[in-house]
């Protein structure tokens, strides 16, 4: 059974940082793509950053140069530090696990309000 659990969402003023973790149980951290999506309030969901199986990251436009997405294979723990956050910024933040064409794995949410 794997699991994925997310923490370190909540309120923060715009500009603030928060780092959000997910930490994954069972033995696929290695060989996955860890990911990090976001779905706001009546929007769908959308990919904010993975780190890839096989080195290197990915960003979208929108945070780019404001996330970060790091990875410790010996916690199984991806981290997405959030830094000079905007409003537009708020929604439920999700961690992905996933290896294509085998499976992918959701974490249960949570949820980053950014005020202005």
């Known amino acids: 059974q794997v699991q994925l659990v997310e923490s370190g969402g909540g309120l923060v003023q715009a500009g603030g940082s928060l780092r959000l973790s997910c930490a994954a149980s069972?033995?696929?951290?290695?060989?996955?793509?860890m990911g990090w999506y976001r779905q706001a309030p009546g929007k769908q969901r959308e990919l904010v950053a993975v780190?890839?199986?096989?080195?290197?990251?990915n960003y979208a436009d929108f945070v780019r140069g404001r996330f970060t997405i790091s990875r410790d294979s010996a916690k199984n723990t991806v981290y997405l530090q959030m830094n000079s956050l905007k409003p537009e910024d708020t929604a439920v933040y999700y961690c992905?696990?996933?290896?294509?064409?085998?499976?992918?794995?959701w974490g249960q949410g949570t949820q980053v309000t950014v005020s202005s």
């Open positions: 992905n696990a996933h290896k294509v064409l085998v499976y992918s794995y």
């Open positions: 069972g033995s696929i951290f290695s060989d996955s793509s």
């Open positions: 780190s890839l199986r096989g080195g290197g990251t």
